[in-house]
């Protein structure tokens, strides 16, 4: 079956400009995750979705993130006013049930952003 | 607070030769653990996990790892290196939830090469 998709693959942006990442789960997940892996490190949590609502959005470094799920399938990751230091590779997972759980995260091939 | 150190940011190998990543975690709970694989422009890939039943813990390509709680290590080993193994290899804890599934913690991942 599909796996966990996004686009775009590659966004290339100025600084200042906002930009939206889009993640397609697999079918059926209730949990979604948003990471961030900047070059040479490891992915870092950004936030947590079950169903529509963010259950953990500790990750996110500051109010220029912000993501919505609202149909509880598809994600979109929203970033203001960009920065350089914005550039990474972000990824998104999904899972079966989430939290409380033992299932596995799947993860999709990310959106590598760079701001220019 | 949760936390994984990959104790070699490189490990090159001959084709052939046993493999060894090592990983070192912390966890104020009991952990879950995880080994993911990502190769150049593809996404993250579950190899193995411990979620507290069997402590050697058998994943995918012939790679295994073992949880010692005394050394609190959980170190991946596969007994002869392929040239399709080379990839960056990501040790990751998970237990905010006494075990079950919270947001996942990486390393900083190791490059394993493989020479022919």
């Known amino acids: 079956g599909a796996g966990v998709s996004q686009t775009p693959s590659n966004k290339v942006t100025e600084k200042g400009k906002y930009v939206e990442l889009r993640c397609d789960p697999i079918?059926?997940?209730?949990?979604l995750y948003w990471y961030r892996q900047s070059l040479g490190q490891g992915p870092e949590f950004l936030i947590y979705f079950q169903g529509t609502g963010a259950a953990d959005d500790s990750g996110l470094p500051n109010d220029r993130f912000f993501a919505v799920r609202p149909e509880g399938s598809v994600s979109t990751l929203k970033i203001q006013r960009t920065e350089r230091g914005d550039s990474a590779v972000y990824l998104c997972a999904s899972s079966l049930l989430g939290r409380g759980n033992t299932d596995t995260q799947y993860f999709g091939p990310g959106t590598r952003l760079t701001v220019l | 607070a949760q936390s994984v150190t990959q104790l070699d940011s490189h490990v090159s190998v001959s084709e052939g030769t046993p493999v060894l990543l090592r990983c070192n975690y912390s966890?104020?709970?009991?952990?879950?653990l995880f080994w993911y694989v990502q190769h150049p422009n593809k996404g993250l890939q579950l190899l193995l996990k411990y979620t507290s039943a069997a402590t050697l813990v058998k994943g995918i390509n012939g790679f295994e790892a073992e949880f010692k709680k005394s050394e609190t290590s959980f170190h991946l080993t596969k007994p002869s290196a392929h040239m399709s193994d080379a990839a960056e290899y990501f040790c990751v804890v998970s237990g905010a939830y006494g075990g079950s599934q919270g947001n996942l913690i990486f390393g900083k991942g190791t490059k394993l090469s493989v020479k022919p």
């Open positions: 079918s059926g997940h209730t949990a």
């Open positions: 966890s104020s709970y009991s952990p879950s």
